[in-house]
């Protein structure tokens, strides 16, 4: 061999001692919480607020190529159990740092989607390490399912006095659901959507995708609609907490809404057949229409007649003066008081 490919030789070596590991985003070492929807190329896409994607590895770096469908798209990144750190997504598709270690070592990195199917549908594309990937964390067997509207998304959890609302006060990790999923040992879906109810929506139109609408899809987002395979993910428990958008301009219609909630707990029941349903009214609500919507959930399951529907009572939580979403402690405080509800229903 000469002089010349001697020399080439030896940079390819070089070169390829330095190559960092590329992994596609639904590489099987990389566990997913959530619905998402895994394109030809290896990417994952999503939009529901909790979504999580967890991964061990052994090195000092590592980075994601992301892209959201536009501006207000957040997920926070927490590295070894550490605080999360809330990263603002771009409609330009770019390398975001996750960990930065001074030392090789093993780590668990986990990112969660912050943000709602109408403030943006998220891609990541590829993970990018100097080391390499571990066996995919191992998540809890239990699985619950969460129904609900912006509150069960985490609206305004991390607001700020002062400041305008902006997307990165939404914060699913500390919505009640997930905390009371954590509290179980479940793994959790949050399927939610904000302004949206069972029949209509918080304005009382009745031609948007409404729970029984989203509850089929993947991607939620009205322009870039994918469905849901319910047989991907079997929930061991299903709550649902809807009805506070269809109650605002006023006290529903009985009949059509018990109707609604009855075909809605049907489609459950058939789609999820060895799971538990709790159907709660939520904490925003209060006064003749909490009592109204109590009421109408009692006779949805005195109608359904299937032991498997239940009801959960909700303590009313108003928000603060900054906005009427429930703060953090109050989640916190709602996780508390359905805890002991679902752990009589299930066992846990």
Not at 194 to 210: A, Q
Not at 313 to 329: E, N, R
Request: one cysteine or more.
């Amino acid at each position: 061999m000469n002089r010349t490919a001697l020399a080439l030789a030896l940079l390819l070596v070089h070169a390829c001692a330095r190559a960092e590991p590329v992994v596609r985003a639904d590489d099987p070492r990389i566990a997913r919480m959530g619905r998402t929807v895994s394109l030809a190329d290896g990417s994952l896409r999503f939009s529901y607020p909790g979504v999580q994607l967890s991964l061990s590895f052994e090195g000092k770096a590592l980075s994601v190529d992301a892209v959201a469908s536009g501006e207000r798209s957040y997920i926070d990144v927490v590295v070894d159990g550490g605080a999360p750190r809330v990263i603002k997504l771009s409609a330009t598709a770019r390398s975001i740092k996750l960990a930065d270690e001074r030392e090789a070592g093993i780590h668990r990195v986990d990112i969660m989607h912050r943000t709602e199917s109408w403030q943006g549908v998220v891609t990541l594309a590829r993970f990018v390490t100097d080391g390499t990937l571990h066996t995919a964390p191992v998540l809890p067997q239990r699985k619950m399912l969460v129904l609900g509207d912006s509150v069960t998304c985490g609206e305004a959890i991390d607001r700020v006095a002062g400041e305008t609302k902006k997307p990165s006060w939404w914060n699913p990790r500390a919505s009640y659901g997930m905390l009371a999923a954590q509290a179980l040992g479940a793994q959790v879906q949050l399927v939610c959507h904000g302004g949206r109810g069972l029949l209509r929506s918080w304005n009382g139109r009745t031609d948007d995708d409404n729970l029984p609408d989203f509850y089929e899809l993947a991607i939620a987002n009205e322009e870039q609609r994918v469905r849901w395979n319910h047989a991907a993910y079997w929930p061991d428990l299903i709550v649902v907490a809807i009805g506070t958008n269809d109650f605002s301009t006023g006290i529903p219609e009985r009949d059509a809404y018990v109707n609604a909630y009855v075909s809605l707990v049907r489609t459950l029941l058939r789609n999820h057949p060895h799971a538990l349903l709790v159907l709660t009214e939520g904490a925003i609500l209060n006064c003749e229409r909490k009592a109204a919507l109590t009421s109408y959930i009692a006779e949805t399951i005195r109608r359904v007649g299937n032991a498997r529907v239940h009801a959960a009572a909700s303590v009313y939580h108003p928000g603060d003066a900054i906005d009427a979403h429930p703060t953090k402690a109050q989640h916190a405080a709602m996780a508390r008081e359905l805890l002991p509800q679902l752990r009589d229903l299930t066992g846990w």
